[in-house]
């Protein structure tokens, strides 16, 4: 736990991040749903089509949630663009449950036209069908929306692939490290530097309405914290108190910011309000008490403390008072934040001398271990609350992975270069 309290110097610069995050699905729900999505039909000049291949981002947000198994197009016996066009037999011969299909045309300057249908297969029925107008920079986010879409209505879940994950990257060497705070899309694309140093960094937040992050700096060698506006780079330092300034973490509705702070002699939580800049001591204890997180109604927090002897799970009111252990299974739980229905939450559980992702049920307080690695750490849930992103060790790097909250759909995301950590699942954008 000590190294939650490592702060490190950062240097401010925003640009374009060269390497994106690479998934690979290491194992995937048995049974998953077929589904086939066509490659949408360009009507326009064949020698300038779009930039993006919208069916095949489509078709690689469902594989990689895992709960599809997507038609490879070699095997497509047809490739319709419209109802007219679809002769459902030869879907059923293919064995697809659903499909989906779509084109994409010109419209004015930059712009274009997008329509798509999804059909159920055996009842030859339209589920769902809808146009969009678009541009070139946001036929991405047009293409994830649509998979966000057909997601919803197979499964019943909202789908979280037009969100964004925040990571910390190391690279270089000892001598030259060269240490990143980044952005990119939940597939790994569209990859952004935020903050960039030659110290390492940590503690990512995402604010509630995805358009901020707060981190952790140790510029002109003192811990400070600071929030920073992800598509200006306008920041601003919130605290830089004698001794440990770390862990920030935003209520749900943005007036608050909860931290671990050591001004007073020990780690403890305090919260913030942030238009007044007003301090309120939540936790006084002589044990180490910090990552506090937030439940999704704003009214409680966890927070991890040693004050049993090791380090375990605690909740408190947001406005103070007696404190609760929530944790007794295992002899080490850390780093702690609750599903978006606020019935489970995610934590690092110590497995004999390793460190696993868990879920623990908050009405039974039993633990349900995820994740089979050595030191994996850092969990943080999907929006949505179907995934948990992760950092953990693989091929003598740092990468990241993400696992469903039944532990059945398994990825492992990373860069061809550099340690990856510390992700954090963005909100969904308001």
Same mark, same amino acid.
Request: proline share 6%.
């Given at each position: ?24 699905? !290491? ?106 107008? !678009? ?17 919803? !209505? ?164 947001? @406005? ?6 929530? @944790? ?103």
């Amino acid at each position: 736990m000590k190294k939650l309290f490592v702060l490190l110097a950062l240097l401010f610069v925003f640009s374009q991040a060269q390497a994106r995050l690479v998934i690979e699905i !290491t194992e995937g729900v048995e049974g998953a749903l077929p589904i086939a999505v066509v490659p949408f039909k360009w009507n326009g000049d064949p020698a300038r089509p779009p930039s993006q291949d919208i069916g095949r981002i489509v078709a690689a947000d469902l594989q990689r949630s895992g709960y599809f198994k997507t038609l490879p197009e070699n095997q497509m016996l047809a490739q319709p663009s419209t109802m007219a066009e679809v002769d459902f037999r030869d879907w059923r011969a293919l064995k697809q449950e659903n499909l989906v299909i779509g084109s994409i045309e010109a419209n004015g300057p930059g712009g274009y036209k997008l329509r798509f249908q999804l059909f159920d297969v055996y009842q030859e029925s339209q589920l769902i069908g809808y146009n969009f107008t !678009t541009t070139e920079k946001d036929l991405r986010a047009i293409a994830h929306h649509i998979a966000d879409l057909v997601y919803e !209505t197979l499964t019943g879940t909202r789908g979280a692939f037009a969100t964004r994950i925040a990571y910390v990257v190391s690279e270089g060497t000892v001598a030259s490290p060269r240490v990143s705070l980044r952005i990119a899309d939940s597939d790994g694309y569209n990859a952004q530097t935020i903050v960039s140093s030659t110290e390492p960094l940590m503690s990512p937040a995402w604010s509630p309405d995805g358009r901020k992050l707060a981190y952790v700096s140790f510029e002109n060698g003192r811990p400070s914290i600071w929030i920073q506006e992800v598509f200006t780079g306008k920041r601003e330092k919130i605290t830089s108190f004698k001794g440990i300034n770390g862990a920030p973490a935003w209520s749900p509705d943005g007036r608050y910011l909860a931290m671990a702070l050591s001004r007073d002699g020990n780690p403890d939580i305090y919260v913030m309000d942030l238009a007044r800049r007003k301090l309120r001591r939540l936790v006084r204890h002589w044990a180490i008490e910090t990552e506090p997180s937030w439940s999704p109604d704003g009214r409680k927090l966890l927070f991890t403390s040693d004050r049993g002897g090791s380090p375990q799970i605690y909740q408190i009111a947001a @406005t103070g008072g007696n404190v609760q252990r929530l @944790t007794f299974e295992n002899k080490y739980n850390a780093r702690a934040s609750y599903a978006p229905d606020g019935k489970s939450i995610t934590l690092i559980t110590r497995v004999g001398s390793q460190y696993r992702i868990g879920v623990m049920d908050l009405a039974t307080g039993s633990i349900t271990v995820l994740t089979d690695g050595k030191l994996d750490e850092s969990p943080s849930f999907a929006p949505n609350g179907s995934m948990i992103i992760y950092a953990t060790r693989h091929g003598g790097k740092g990468v990241l992975a993400a696992v469903s909250t039944d532990g059945r759909v398994k990825q492992r995301l990373a860069l061809q270069s550099g340690d990856v950590r510390d992700p954090v699942w963005s909100p969904y954008y308001k």
